[in-house]
């Protein structure tokens, strides 16, 4: 089967030169109610002895047009034909309804023209056959009837005679209207011989037995009026024909790595290759399973396969054209070879008519060579046994070498050698094509095609990651893995990852190692999302973190091969591959370093507080886009808007110098008595800074991060705290917002610290350096995370945030300029639903960037269209249009649950599909999975109309609804006079 000129040619696994092919008959799966029989008794079906048959459709064509409304019995699938191209192949009658009345094979010219259409063409026989389930059933229940269980295992085992069906003329047939029983019992398929009486006799008793089952049942054909058929032989320029798409602007490459692309010309096509240095390809040529190093000039015309480098250097000052050269793996008394084969495109391989070869008469032939009759065929053969398929032209073992090409090339130019080629030709042991076929190692050739395959796939896997190219690498990891071949693949990614001079390189490297690592796990082993500190990966994240990116490769990967004997050991390496990954995405964002910078001011006095405060932040478009390494590999773009909830600014900080040499933390509400409280006296107190789940983690690594101590310093803390400062810090964070609500809380409460923080050290940051200040902070917390949250919180109103695709890591903010009035609009129309839900931000970000990792096409479409609406949407804002930016809103979480699949909970959505009527868009905060849904409502001012619709619906939980606002002023700071209550 091919498809149109614009389509990747498919791949047909044939050698030649050949005799015989089976019919190919693909299965359609999109249909619903069918079943295809497929013709695996008899090799030939409807068709004559030699060649097989394809066919052909435009795209335009619509398959799913045919009707299958109240589908029963079968339908074939015919073509169009000239009624020429008929008289050799098999046609169908049929009636005005569509019902077929015969099936004719090789008619005469007035069965032709019975079955012709008013535009003259014919309905071919294309072997395509849909069976309804019933007719099916009754089909498949036959094969405990004898004696159509002959035809099974099951009735070879018992001993039955074998019998074999025609799809078309045993099964089909039975069903077509004008057939009659007694026509149908002693009829003979057309592939039968006329000595095979007793075969014909038996055939009755199976005929009959498809004549009970199936005769009441409908045969109908659906004619393709568009489609074409094209029935190949065994000559070799059909095979060419098929293989290349002659009107296209440039030359077909199928799975190969070809150094010099400009070489191929148009309508030519290489398969699964490694083209090393020039190899010129004329039109019409193929090349498939090659590997080749250059020069080597093959012109128009010319099939090559199964060559590799050994074989380069014989066609080296040679051109090649209308030739047919293959390589071919044989076993021959138990030892394994190659042998070679050299034929002409135009060669005739028929048994009867005058022969050829290398597209030359054998008189032709042996005069030019040297050669006679008698090196090729027995005295006693006869003439008309006498034909290339018979004729013993290639050697298969020399006694002083090795045989190769350069043994059948000579014969294209004899040279003046003293007849020296032609001696080494006739010294050979040589074999006909026809002794050779029982002797080709299929396996070994299937073999040789896979270590080719993976050869070229693996320099291109390499080309991929080193040219940070948006391609998938997960087809090839299951054809590793499934082939039994990930040692190479891992290898290959352990060279890319120790050699990559850019961490985000390495670090998608060694995403893929984890994917080969849970593609190896089948499946089994338990969840890849999960911990990775078990202390024997430890000397490997060692190497990492400081820096030693080939050192801490090769220990992963010794430590990795202790890991690879069960699944559940597999899964939890995987693991630990992607707790190596986030190391390198750390060192990638803490660039972002470099774009923080302060300046000395006056330091506040001991006991003098520092305040700082902050709005929370809605994502309007873009999220995931700002999460690394997306925000450096992709570039990212985020809308969002600082927002007070409930008129009240939730996020805050306060820190004050002390005169102890110490660091007193509090986390949780102003004075209040859930307030968590922490003293730190030493460094060891500060040494889970890293552990996001320790209490007073972010605050430590506050500290660590503003260069308020130095956590690795051998000076204790009080000395370093008494020399710096004269004194401590007290710092104390809150926030009036759930635990994981989605709007921000985490980021923005890190700026505010940080801010209140440098602040009462005597340094003031600005708002830009914060930003990046919190990417830092978060990468020395370990729980990642991109910008969007900061930015939303602490730049005022509404703004577009940027990343490029590029390190160092650099945010840059746009303030959106809205319609005058359009804020307040705005205020009156958005509402904050808190569902009740805790996100799950941590598994959903894991999965994210695996799928980014890897490359999936509808993760990286997804990704490339969040950036590119972002921009639509910010266009949006500036005309101050509400129901576009509803339907964005809306499309934004569309998007958000294609990145990550499952952030929908139940409740939520039940909630969603309630408010639809009474909102222009909706979505859920941040990463989804639970937090804050945010309304863009059609009327103003609906929250008591939204609590009474809630309230009727069952199945929500706690839930409730607050008021929001834009906020024009984002982060604030402030020094309280000494003594003044916070």
């Given amino acids: 089967m091919k498809l149109d000129q614009e389509t990747e ?343 009867q008519g005058t022969g050829t070869y290398l597209n030359m008469p054998w008189s032709e032939f042996f005069q030019k060579t040297g050669i006679r009759d008698w090196d090729l065929w027995d005295p006693d053969t006869p003439p008309t046994e006498r034909c290339l398929l018979s004729a013993r032209l290639f050697p298969v073992f020399h006694p002083l070498r090795a045989v190769g090409p350069c043994d059948l090339l000579w014969m294209l130019d004899p040279k003046q050698d003293g007849g020296e080629a032609l001696r080494a030709w006739r010294a050979a042991w040589r074999l006909s094509w026809e002794q050779l076929q029982p002797c080709l190692d299929r396996g070994a050739t299937l073999a040789s095609r896979r270590d080719l395959f993976f050869h070229q796939a693996l320099h291109k896997a390499r080309h991929v990651l080193e040219a940070r190219q948006d391609l998938s690498l997960h087809p090839l990891i299951r054809a590793a893995v499934r082939e039994g071949c990930p040692g190479p693949l891992l290898t290959t990614l352990d060279q890319v990852a120790a050699g990559a001079g850019d961490p985000g390189v390495a670090a998608r490297a060694l995403a893929c190692v984890a994917d080969v690592l849970g593609c190896m796990a089948g499946g089994c082993g338990g969840l890849r999302s999960g911990p990775a500190a078990n202390p024997e990966w430890t000397r490997s994240f060692s190497y990492l973190e400081r820096g030693d990116l080939a050192g801490g490769v090769e220990a992963l990967a010794q430590e990795r091969d202790k890991w690879l004997s069960r699944p559940a050991l597999l899964v939890r390496a995987a693991r630990h591959y992607e707790g190596a990954e986030q190391i390198l995405i750390r060192q990638a964002v803490m660039s972002a370093q470099q774009f923080v910078s302060t300046e000395l001011v006056e330091l506040p006095a001991h006991g003098q507080w520092v305040v700082t405060e902050c709005p929370a932040r809605v994502d309007f478009s873009g999220g995931w886009s700002d999460t690394p390494p997306l925000a450096y590999e992709l570039g990212g773009a985020v809308l969002g808007l600082a927002v007070r909830v409930d008129g009240r600014r939730p996020i805050g900080a306060r820190a004050r110098r002390i005169p102890e040499p110490e660091l007193r933390l509090a986390l949780g509400p102003q004075p209040d008595d859930m307030t968590v409280k922490i003293v730190c006296r030493s460094l060891d107190d500060l040494q889970d800074y890293c552990q996001p789940h320790a209490p007073g983690a972010l605050l430590k690594a506050a500290f660590i991060c503003a260069g308020t101590i130095d956590v690795c310093s051998k000076i204790p803390l009080s000395e370093q705290l008494l020399r710096a400062f004269g004194g401590g810090f007290e710092l104390h964070t809150w926030s009036e917002l759930p635990h994981g609500s989605g709007l921000g809380t985490s980021s923005i409460l890190a700026g505010t610290a940080l801010a209140a923080l440098q602040r009462a050290a005597g340094r003031a940051v600005g708002t830009e350096s914060l930003i990046h200040a919190v990417l830092h902070l978060e990468q020395v917390l370990t729980t990642g995370g991109g910008w969007q949250d900061q930015v939303g919180g602490l730049m005022p109103g509404i703004k577009m945030g940027r990343s490029r695709a590029q390190l160092p890591l650099k945010v840059e903010v746009e303030e959106i300029t809205v319609p005058e009035g359009f804020v307040q609009k705005l205020n009156d129309h958005l509402l904050l639903v808190y569902t009740g839900k805790t996100r799950l931000a941590r598994n959903l970000l894991q999965d994210v960037l695996r799928s980014w990792y890897a490359r999936l096409p509808a993760v990286v479409q997804n990704a490339h269209s969040l950036v590119r609406q972002t921009e639509e949407c910010a266009e949006a804002f500036r005309q101050g249009n509400l129901p576009l930016l509803g339907q964005y809103l809306t499309s934004y979480w569309a998007q958000k649950k294609l990145m990550a699949p499952g952030c929908e909970p139940l409740a939520v959505r039940r909630m969603m599909d309630v408010l639809a009527p009474h909102v222009h868009g909706q979505s859920l905060a941040g990463a989804g999975g639970g937090g804050f849904l945010y309304l863009l409502t059609k009327e103003p001012r609906q929250k008591e109309t939204l609590e009474a619709v809630l309230a009727k619906t069952e199945g929500l939980g706690n839930y409730s609804i607050h008021l929001v606002e834009v906020d024009t002023q984002g982060l604030s700071l402030q020094l309280l006079e000494r003594g003044a209550s916070t």
């Fill in 9 to 351: 040619l498919p791949l047909l696994a044939l050698s030649l030169p050949v005799c015989r092919m089976e019919i190919i008959i693909p299965v359609w799966p999109f249909l619903p109610h069918r079943t295809l029989w497929k013709n695996f008794g008899r090799k030939r079906g409807c068709h004559s002895s030699r060649g097989m048959s394809t066919w052909l459709w435009k795209p335009s064509f619509p398959f799913g047009g045919i009707s299958w409304d109240g589908f029963r019995g079968a339908r074939v699938i015919a073509l169009p034909g000239s009624s020429a191209y008929a008289r050799n192949h098999g046609i169908y009658l049929s009636d005005s309804q569509g019902f077929v009345l015969d099936i004719y094979y090789q008619g005469t010219e007035a069965e032709i023209q019975r079955c012709a259409r008013p535009d003259g063409r014919v309905p071919l026989v294309s072997g395509i056959v849909f069976f309804s389930v019933e007719t099916a059933e009754r089909l498949l229940a036959t094969h405990v009837s004898p004696p159509l269980d002959a035809c099974t295992y099951m009735g070879l085992d018992s001993g039955a005679r074998p019998v074999q069906l025609s799809l078309f003329f045993d099964i089909v047939l039975s069903m077509a209207r004008n057939v009659s029983k007694e026509d149908f019992l002693v009829g003979r398929p057309p592939e039968m011989g006329q000595g095979d009486v007793g075969v014909a006799a038996y055939l009755q008793g199976a005929r009959a037995e498809l004549w009970r089952e199936l005769r009441d049942q409908p045969l109908t054909m659906a004619y393709v009026p568009d489609g074409s058929y094209s029935y190949m032989t065994s000559l070799a320029s059909e095979l060419l024909h098929s293989l290349t798409v002659p009107s296209t602007p440039r030359a077909q490459t199928v799975h190969s790595q070809v150094e010099e692309l400009e070489l191929l010309e148009p309508g030519s096509s290489v398969v699964s290759c490694v083209l090393e240095g020039p190899v010129w390809l004329g039109p019409g040529s193929v090349l498939q399973h090659c590997h080749l190093r250059g020069p080597i000039h093959i012109s128009a015309g010319c099939f090559l396969s199964g060559l590799d480098i050994a074989q380069s250097e014989a066609l080296h000052g040679m051109e090649l054209r209308d030739l047919i050269l293959q390589g071919h793996h044989m076993r021959l008394h138990g030892s394994l070879g190659r042998v070679f084969t050299l034929t002409g495109r135009l060669d005739n391989w028929e048994r």
